[in-house]
């Protein structure tokens, strides 16, 4: 996986992320179809194979 792909990555985990965090701290029909539309697209292109996974990561918190 080369470098800019794994940024690439990482930038979308976070808005992913930040997505999950807004739906968390407002609960509502709109920001939870977000979510899932969000999600969905990802799935679907990681099954497409439009974008790189790492194979591991380490997870800072």
């Known amino acids: 996986m080369s470098k800019s792909s794994r940024y690439e990555w990482r930038d979308q985990q976070a808005a992913l992320q930040e997505r999950m965090k807004g739906f ?6 709109e920001q939870l179809e977000a979510v899932v539309a969000d999600m ?3 799935a679907a292109a990681a099954k497409a194979g439009t974008i790189d996974i790492p194979e ?3 997870a800072f918190s």
């Open 40 to 42: 969905r697209a990802y």
């Open 24 to 29: 968390l701290q407002n609960p509502n029909n």
């Open 56 to 58: 591991r990561f380490i």
